[in-house]
């Protein structure tokens, strides 16, 4: 019997290796993938266009602008003189901050009256408008404490010492690279077992398939092996890409990671054969594949927090097995979290994957006559 | 051998039938549409689907975050502040009294945050500078700085109160005063729906001809439709009428479900916003036609399809990541990319309204990137057999 598997597990890969064009779409589009990603899926922003509107010579606002111009965040993009120029700017996207220092500024920061500055901000990319207020508060916060400390005006009753754990520079490639490992790994599982059973059916070799001698489990076991193998070694590859070219900090260590990685896999590939069983053509097989791939992706937490989802949705994330993998990925990664206090995140997916691949099973048997 | 050049001597007088012909083709990809329900399903099905699953999903606002608060010694002081903490409705409050108990927590991922005042906070406040320890959880880097961002506010209300008990007016040298325009609420929803509508019409676009072509190619139907006395670009044209009406059905859908589920306002004119998704629309099916030529697979034209359209659609139009914080030539990269310009009007057209200085240079761009893959799919394609 495992002779029999092995031989059709070595099929299996010949078929997805030997034709040039898709052992291409296997190896270098994730890859290329997790190289663009990595670079491009950030929160973090430089180089905010600002425009400036200031109406006052003084040099209190000048010292309040230097502190916009020495920012690594900001770079400027005009400097406006008069209220119509200010509405053109931010429409046609050219600076997403507007900067109005008033003409009493000076006057009023002298006189101890509150001083305002007004800050117009382009809100049509929410998170952006976010952050970048952020900076502007934090800016103007170091002017007031030095201007504070130079002018003799009493401190603040209290202040905030604010710290990050695991990621110090809150930088969010650190957030996105592990979560990518876990998404090109699904990705490729499923487009290697969702088309395979379709693809033999409709080249008609899949006849040839039933009339030998296979069990279906065999038959079935034949097509999972390949998807799980080659899962865990695109997880690896980019792993190693992980730590070497974008230098993650690993803390945690391979046992637990991998144990994460092969629980996953088994429930990837088991949903993957089940749309596989079901789907008559390629095109069915790769809808199907997709009608799961998308929202498992977006009720996975890879991009925005499954804390911000309403709670009928939180449920239904419990479902889906990357949600539990990239809890598992980022804890190794950046917390150098221990196998126990994963044991949380490993059940459901054990679970999830026994219950996947007994559905497939049966799928696979009810579909073959 | 090629074919198109013999066709080319033939007598005008065929020239009448050649509408005919077109009518077939496209009535025969209707039949093919009506027949295969994926294909319905890509169109109908899937933007609704993904509309309910990207728009309550997909939330950048973070509220009810957990945090432990940890309070050495319980005052008056303490208390006023914490009840700041409980009052706003981006924190949920877990007092504890011990710190490693609240790291423990914090490695649990039972909160997300612990803020500690420390047992001289009473003291240390009334000489001046007391300092409030604040430690968030940063593997998730940007709600990090969001909780960072909320606790400030939390930290500025309870000094403004504080500063009214007491009759002194809080002493801040210069006040910042925010102005957020087209989006005042700062709701991810209203930024985050307009630009999925660029990533369904992608998939919609893009996959589904992809995979349609790719399939005549593998199922020897292709060669038959050759042998045919019908043009190239017939034949292309009777791909791309069906498909173009059932992308436009889904728009609408989309755009729909957009204002009246959602709530998010169109500001600008539906003139504008479906004369661009026209020139998106007609982009991507190149796209998708591009591919499949070129493929002539169905599982290497589906790979491709998912790998050069909806995820750049996804990472790198600026639907969800900034694309002026890219590093340089990644900001290149995205300028091959359609959906960046259409996410670009989208998102003016929703929020913003009709600006000139964005829809014509974007616009401009698409029907560039139309041609384009449109001309490319019609060289690529001779009547030729292999």
């Known amino acids: ?369 | 051998m090629s074919l198109a050049a013999d066709h080319r001597t033939r007598s005008t007088s065929e020239r009448g039938s050649r509408g005919l012909r077109l009518r077939g083709l496209v009535r025969k990809e209707f039949l093919e549409i009506i027949r295969d329900p994926s294909s319905i399903a890509i169109a109908f099905l899937l933007p609704v689907v993904l509309l309910l699953i990207f728009g309550f999903g997909v939330s950048l606002d973070a509220e009810h975050v957990p945090i432990a608060v940890v309070v050495d010694q319980p005052s008056a002081e303490t208390a006023a502040f914490t009840a700041h903490l409980e009052r706003s409705p981006y924190f949920e409050p877990l007092l504890l009294f011990r710190m490693d108990e609240a790291e423990r927590a914090m490695r649990a991922r039972r909160v997300s945050a612990i803020l500690r005042l420390r047992s001289d906070f009473a003291r240390r406040r009334r000489i001046g500078g007391a300092p409030i320890q604040v430690i968030v959880n940063g593997v998730d880097a940007n709600t990090g700085r969001l909780v960072m961002g909320y606790l400030d506010g939390v930290w500025i209300r309870w000094l403004e109160q504080r500063g009214r008990d007491a009759g002194e007016p809080l002493d801040v040298p210069v006040s910042v005063q925010e102005r957020v325009w087209f989006n005042s609420e700062l709701e991810s929803r209203n930024f985050l729906v307009p630009g999925l509508i660029a990533i369904i019409m992608t998939l919609i676009g893009a996959l589904l001809t992809a995979m349609v072509m790719a399939r005549e190619w593998e199922r020897g139907t292709m060669e038959a439709l050759l042998a045919t006395p019908v043009a190239v670009w017939e034949i292309l044209l009777g791909k791309l009428i069906p498909y173009f009406l059932l992308g436009t059905g889904g728009m609408i859908l989309s755009v729909t479900l957009a204002v009246w589920l959602f709530g998010v306002p169109l500001r600008g004119s539906l003139a504008v916003l479906f004369a661009a998704s026209t020139l998106f629309l007609l982009a991507a099916l190149g796209m998708g036609m591009l591919i499949s030529i070129v493929a002539k697979n169905q599982f290497v034209a589906g790979q491709v399809a998912i790998i050069v359209t909806f995820l750049p659609a996804f990472i790198l139009s600026g639907f969800l990541f900034d694309i002026r914080s890219m590093p340089a030539p990644l900001q290149l990269l995205t300028h091959i990319i359609p959906a960046r310009y259409f996410v670009a009007i989208l998102q003016t057209e929703f929020l913003a309204g009709d600006v000139p200085s964005v829809v014509w240079p974007n616009g401009f761009a698409l029907s560039i990137m139309a041609l384009l893959f449109l001309g490319l799919s019609r060289l690529k394609s001779g009547k030729r057999l292999e």
């Not at chain 1, 008559?280 to 927090?305: C, D, E, K, M, R």
Request: proline residues 7%; contains cysteine.
């Open chain 1, 1 to 369: 019997m495992r002779r029999r598997i092995l031989a059709l597990v070595i099929k299996e890969f010949l078929v997805l290796l030997k034709d040039p064009r898709s052992r291409f779409v296997i190896i270098i589009p994730p890859f290329v993938q997790l190289l663009v990603f990595g670079f491009a899926a950030s929160f973090d922003l430089n180089d905010i266009p600002l425009a400036v509107y200031c109406e006052d010579p003084g040099a209190d606002a000048q010292e309040l602008l230097a502190g916009f111009r020495h920012s690594p965040h900001f770079s400027d993009v005009a400097v406006i003189a008069r209220d119509e120029e200010i509405r053109p700017l931010v429409d046609g996207r050219v600076a997403l901050v507007v900067l109005h220092i008033g003409p009493r500024f000076s006057r009023d920061l002298r006189l101890r009256r509150p001083a305002a500055v007004q800050v117009i901000v382009d809100g049509r990319d929410s998170n952006t408008a976010l952050v970048a207020l952020g900076y502007v508060r934090g800016i103007v916060d170091r002017f007031n404490r030095r201007w504070a400390e130079q002018h003799g005006v009493p401190a603040l009753p209290a202040r905030l010492q604010p710290r990050a754990w695991f990621n110090p520079n809150l930088e969010s490639r650190w957030f996105v690279v592990p979560g990518i490992v876990g998404l090109l790994t699904l990705v490729v599982t499923m487009l290697v077992t969702a088309l395979s059973v379709a693809r033999e059916r409709e080249q008609g070799t899949f006849d040839q398939t039933l009339v030998a001698p296979f069990r279906p489990g065999e038959i079935l076991l034949g097509k999972a092996i390949p998807g799980l193998v080659i899962g865990l070694a695109e997880a690896s590859g980019i792993i190693l890409v992980a730590v070497y070219g974008f230098r993650i900090p690993l803390l945690g260590d391979l046992t637990t990671l991998y144990t994460g990685l092969v629980l996953f896999l088994i429930a990837a590939v088991g949903i993957g054969l089940m749309i596989s069983s079901l789907a008559v053509t390629q095109q069915q097989g790769l809808l199907g594949a997709f009608l799961f791939l998308v929202p498992a992706i977006i009720l996975s937490g890879f991009a925005t927090p499954i804390a911000n989802m309403p709670p009928f949705l939180q449920q239904v994330t419990l479902v889906n097995p990357l949600r539990y993998l990239l809890v598992i990925l980022r804890g190794v990664f950046l917390e150098g979290t221990p196998f126990h206090l994963l044991l949380d995140q490993f059940w459901p997916m054990a679970l999830i994957g026994a219950v996947n691949l007994a559905a497939a099973t049966w799928l696979f048997r009810r579909r073959l006559y």
